[in-house]
Structures are given as structure tokens and as C-alpha cells.
């Protein structure tokens, strides 16, 4: 098993633009999270999906921001438009429901808003 | 409100040393907290939670509810214990609250 699945892994562009980052979990997960790491602020939830519904979106930033999970392999986290502020390592993570809350991260997408 | 505070960005030891990562919590419920850790190039993964009580690679903690803490400890710090560690807080079923980290570095 590969684990959590992250792309792309590194990931450069123009403020304005619209970045999107993608997230396998692992086969058989009931939850997935999005969070984003900060040297100021740490590791912060954006939102969380149980069984492809979101249940909590209340750590996204603003409304520039916006996730989905069409299915239960796949999930997007969408920024647009991106600002410099918006410069961190976002993490993918699932568990199952049955996981007792350990999270299984992927390798994480760094992003950077010039 | 629900937190979880780390106040070290940076604790630096020498091998063999004892080592001490704090971590407060504020919840009104019952708490379960965890120690999450990420070494350099790997993925942030589960190092240790409270309810199992088990020591892994040599590290404790342990679950203070009258000082609200949930302090990470080894007796005798080694260089590749050097890693990012988080701890956690879970406030329902699946979400987890983080802090800001703790940079652990083990010099030789």
C-alpha cells in the first residue's frame, strides 16, 4: 500500500492564479482531512469529510478556498485566487472510522504564491 | 475553547540528555491527546496516545488532567530522535486539534 497519495508534491505559481491540490487516501478510509503547516501557526485542519460529506470546514481560510471528494478515492483542495500568504505545506490525511484517530498523512504538496 | 499549546518551537539537547517536549491542552471534555512526529523527509506519523500507555522508542507520556498536560519525555535523548513532534487533541469522533509543533534537535 502506498499510503495517502499527494499531488503534485511541490508546487510554484503566480499570485492570482488558481492552484489545485489533489489527495488519494487509502483504500478502505472512511475520513479524509486536509490541513495546512505554517512555521507560524502549525499544523491547522481546513475540513474534514466522513464518507465523502464534509463535516467541518470551519478551519478554511476564506472563500478563496474550497475542497471536494467526488468519490471516496479522491479529494481536491482548490485555491483561487492564490495570494503569497497562502505559501505553506498542505497535508492530506485519512483514517478509518474505526482508526481510534490515528491519521495517516501523505507526503504533503508545498506550495509556494509568488 | 479548544486548544492545544506547545510553547517550544525549539528544544536543542545533547545525546544522551533527557528530553522533555511540554504540551497543555484546554478542553472541556474528556481528553484524548496523542504525540504525532515527522522526521526529516518522512510523513507525519502517529509516535504515541495516552490511553494506550505505551513507551515507544524509548519515549512516555503522560496524561496530567489537574495540569492540563500531556508532556512528552525520554531519559536519554539519541540523534535520530531529532524530528518535528506534535501533539494532539481529539474533539470528536475523527477531528483532531494540533499545536504548533516542537522542533526537537539531538546534537552529538
Known amino acids: 500500500d502506498a499510503g495517502v497519495i499527494q499531488s503534485p508534491r511541490h508546487e510554484v505559481t503566480e499570485m492570482g492564479q488558481e492552484v489545485t491540490l489533489r489527495c488519494k487516501p487509502i483504500?478502505?478510509?472512511?475520513?479524509l482531512f486536509w490541513y495546512r503547516q505554517t512555521m507560524m501557526r502549525g499544523l491547522e485542519l481546513l475540513i474534514y469529510f466522513n464518507n465523502n460529506v464534509p463535516i467541518d470546514d470551519s478551519g478554511m481560510p476564506e472563500d478563496r478556498f474550497s475542497a471536494k471528494m467526488p468519490n471516496a478515492s479522491f479529494s481536491t483542495l482548490k485555491i483561487q485566487p492564490s495570494e503569497p500568504r497562502d505559501s505553506a505545506v498542505y497535508f492530506c490525511a485519512s483514517n478509518s472510522l474505526a482508526g481510534l484517530d490515528t491519521q495517516y498523512f501523505g507526503p504533503g504538496t508545498r506550495l509556494t504564491v509568488l | 475553547a479548544q486548544r492545544v499549546t506547545q510553547p517550544e518551537k525549539l528544544l536543542s539537547v545533547f545525546k544522551g540528555a533527557p528530553v522533555e517536549l511540554k504540551c497543555n491542552y484546554s478542553?472541556?471534555?474528556?481528553?484524548?491527546l496523542f504525540w504525532y512526529v515527522q522526521y526529516s523527509r518522512q510523513r507525519l506519523q502517529l509516535l504515541l496516545r495516552h490511553i494506550s500507555r505505551e513507551s515507544i522508542k524509548g519515549f512516555t507520556a503522560d496524561l496530567n488532567k489537574g495540569e492540563t498536560s500531556f508532556h512528552l519525555k525520554k531519559p536519554f535523548a539519541q540523534e535520530e530522535d531529532s524530528a518535528m513532534y506534535y501533539c494532539a487533541l481529539s474533539v470528536a469522533t475523527d477531528k483532531l486539534i494540533f499545536g504548533t509543533g516542537t522542533r526537537l534537535q539531538v546534537f552529538p
Open positions: 483504500s478502505g478510509h472512511n475520513s
Open positions: 478542553y472541556s471534555g474528556s481528553p484524548e
